[in-house]
């Protein structure tokens, strides 16, 4: 599977932005989507995460509520809803896929940056 991530950009604070996550290739072997950010200087950190098959959803505790994380099992699409945007939320976003019998993310998008201005 490979993995293209779209939808960032500049927003203001409170704001919304949608990321989309296309996937190409089989996922008959996929058990979760997730969305990750890395802010300037950070480490990378959890977002949000879907089953793929069960739709099941987890976020961060610092999205939830405002971030809304989607599937298209048809289409091969996560989505993550972004509303109420904050500063902090300014990252390079990337979604990714981890596959059955694996226990980490293994194939990642090329990111996409949200930058939030206050």
């Known amino acids: 599977v490979q993995l293209q991530a779209s939808g960032g950009g500049l927003v203001q604070a409170g704001g919304s932005l949608r990321l989309s996550c296309a996937a190409s290739?089989?996922?008959?072997?996929?058990?979760?989507m997730g969305w990750f950010r890395q802010a300037p200087a950070k480490e990378r950190e959890s977002v949000a995460s879907?089953?793929?098959?069960?739709?099941?959803?987890s976020y961060a505790d610092s999205v939830k509520g405002r971030f809304t994380i989607s599937r298209d099992f048809a289409k091969k699409t996560v989505d993550l809803q972004m509303n109420s945007l904050f500063p902090e939320d300014t990252a390079v976003y990337y979604c990714?896929?981890?596959?059955?019998?694996?226990?980490?993310?293994?194939?990642w998008g090329q990111g996409t940056l949200v930058t939030v201005s206050s």
């Open positions: 290739g089989s996922t008959d072997r996929t058990l979760a």
């Open positions: 990714a896929e981890r596959m059955y019998g694996r226990s980490a993310y293994e194939r």
């Open positions: 879907i089953t793929w098959r069960g739709g099941v959803t």
